[in-house]
Nanobody, 122 residues
């Protein structure tokens, strides 16, 4: 069972940056498409980005140009670099994984991390 762990969350002022990490201790992530989602208080889970096994990363319009997803195969980690953060980026961030070559829909991801909090506030 793939177990994903997020790290790197915290509090930051508007306009600031954070980089989230998604790792797995027992499986190689280079066999998985990895996605990032977030959930703001009182709202549903929102897809943000995914990096497929083949093809280019994809981004939601809300984060296009501000967030960057990338893999580090040596560290078995997928990162979500978040720049120009806004208050509306506040929420719990989740990484997800699926053994596929494309970016799945949210309900198609069988593996999820426990989530990590990101707060953007002045």
């Amino acid at each position: 069972q793939l177990q994903l762990v997020e790290s790197g969350g915290g509090s930051v002022q508007p306009g600031g940056s954070l980089t989230l990490s998604c790792t797995a201790s027992e499986f190689s992530l280079d066999r998985y498409t990895i996605g990032w989602f977030r959930q703001a208080p009182g709202k549903g889970r929102e897809w943000l980005s995914c990096i497929p096994l083949s093809g280019r990363p994809k981004y939601a319009d809300s984060v296009q140009g501000r967030f960057t997803i990338r893999r580090d195969f040596a560290k078995n980690t997928v990162y979500l670099q978040m720049d120009s953060l806004k208050s509306e980026d506040t929420g719990t961030y989740y990484c997800s994984g699926r053994h596929s070559s494309y970016c799945p829909l949210a309900h198609e991801y069988p593996h999820w991390g426990q989530g990590i909090q990101v707060t953007v506030s002045s």
